[in-house]
C-alpha cells in the first residue's frame, strides 16, 4: 500500500473515530508481526483488544525481528501492525520504503538466563559468569544477530564485559562457544533449557520473569540498561546485514529500546491505529507491558515524529 493511500486511510478512520477516540465498528483480520520478547505481553494486549473489538480477529506471528522486518521488505507479506524489540531496525530496514515513522515504547535489559538444573547454577555470580560460561562442560545459547536483536545485543554485551572484566580475547573466546545453539530467535532457545540441552541463555531480563525463570542480573556498564551510558554502550559496535545481501550495516551499543509502526501493507489501517493506540496507553497495553517486565519510555523522541498518525502522536516526541 503506497504511503499517500494509507495516509489517507487512516485519516478516515480517525475521522470516524468516537469522542473517546477509538474508531467504531472494528472488524476482520488484524495481522501482527512481533518480537519473540513481546510473545506474552502482545497476547494479553491482544486478547484485551479483542474484548472491546470482539469484530477484530488478531493474528499474532512471533519471529526474530530482523526476520519480521525482512518479511515485509523483501517477502512482500501482508502486516498490519510491527513491535520489533530494537526500534532501529524499522528506523533502518522498513523506513522509508515499507513504514513511515515509528514509535518508541518500552525498554528491556540483557541478562544470563537459567534453570534449577543448569550446571553450576549454584555457583554462578556476575563476577563470574563469564569463567563459567567458557567451561567444557557448560553450554550457553544465544540468537543469531542477523535475524534477532537479542543475538546482535548478545555480541555487544560480550564486547562490553571485555573492557568491564579487563580481559582481552573474552568476547572472541565467548563468542567462538557453543555456536551450534544459536537459534532464529531468543524464545525458541527456551525450549533447549528446559530440555537441559543447554544450561544458559543470553536473553532479557522481561523473558525470564514472564517463564519463571532464574535471572543473572548484568553490571549496568554490560546490560545495555541505561540511558545515562549510552557514551559508553557505543564504544562497541557489530555488523550485521543490510537492506539488500551485498549491503552490510554497523549496529553501536545503546540502551534497548522497543519500536512499533503501521506498515505501508497494512490492509486494516483502522483496526491498525486502534491497536497501537491500545497498546500505547498507560491503563491498557501500557499496564501489560510493564506488568511483564517491560517498562515504558513513552512519549521518547523520535525522528519520524511528523510523520506519526495525529491520534498517535500524543505517545512521542519531537526531535
Not at 527456551?190 to 532479557?204: H, K, Q, R, S
Request: proline share 7%; with cysteine; charged share 25%.
Amino acid at each position: 500500500m503506497r504511503p499517500l493511500l494509507l495516509a489517507l486511510l487512516i485519516s478516515v478512520a480517525v475521522g470516524l473515530a468516537s469522542s473517546a477516540g477509538e474508531p467504531k465498528a472494528l472488524c476482520g483480520d488484524l495481522i501482527v508481526f512481533h518480537a519473540g520478547s513481546l510473545s506474552v505481553p502482545f497476547k494479553a494486549i491482544a486478547d484485551a483488544f479483542q474484548e472491546e473489538h470482539p469484530g477484530v480477529r488478531v493474528l499474532l506471528e512471533a519471529a526474530g525481528s530482523r526476520a519480521c522486518a525482512r518479511k515485509i521488505a523483501d517477502l512482500g507479506r501482508p502486516c498490519d501492525v510491527f513491535g520489533s524489540a530494537d526500534y532501529a531496525v524499522i528506523d533502518t530496514l522498513l523506513i522509508p520504503d515499507h513504514a513511515d515513522w515509528c514509535i518508541r515504547f518500552a525498554t528491556n535489559e540483557m541478562s544470563i538466563v537459567y534453570s534449577e538444573a543448569s550446571r553450576r547454577s549454584d555457583e554462578i555470580t556476575a563476577a563470574n559468569c563469564f569463567e563459567i560460561l567458557l567451561l567444557e562442560d557448560v553450554a550457553y545459547g544465544r540468537s543469531d544477530p542477523d535475524l534477532d536483536p537479542c543475538g546482535y545485543r548478545t555480541v555487544l554485551t560480550a564486547k562490553l564485559a571485555e573492557q568491564y572484566y579487563r580481559r582481552p580475547g573474552l568476547a572472541e573466546e565467548l563468542l567462538a562457544k557453543d555456536q551450534r545453539h544459536i537459534r532464529p530467535k531468543e524464545t525458541e532457545l527456551l525450549a533447549l533449557l528446559e530440555a537441559e540441552a543447554i544450561d544458559y541463555i543470553f536473553l532479557y531480563r522481561s523473558v525470564a520473569q514472564q517463564h519463571g525463570l532464574k535471572c543473572l542480573l548484568l553490571p549496568d556498564a554490560v546490560n545495555l540498561k541505561r540511558p545515562e551510558l549510552t557514551s559508553h554502550y557505543k564504544s562497541v559496535s557489530v555488523e550485521l546485514t543490510g537492506k539488500t545481501p551485498a549491503e552490510t550495516v554497523t549496529r553501536y551499543g545503546e540502551p534497548m529500546v522497543y519500536g512499533v509502526t503501521i506498515p505501508h501493507r497494512t490492509a486494516n489501517p483502522g483496526a491498525a491505529l486502534a491497536f497501537v493506540r491500545f497498546l500505547l496507553e498507560q491503563d491498557r497495553g501500557r499496564a501489560i507491558m510493564e506488568s511483564n517486565g517491560q517498562p515504558s519510555v513513552i512519549p521518547a523522541v523520535t525522528p519520524s515524529y511528523g510523520r506519526i498518525p495525529e491520534a498517535l502522536k500524543q505517545f512521542a516526541a519531537a526531535p
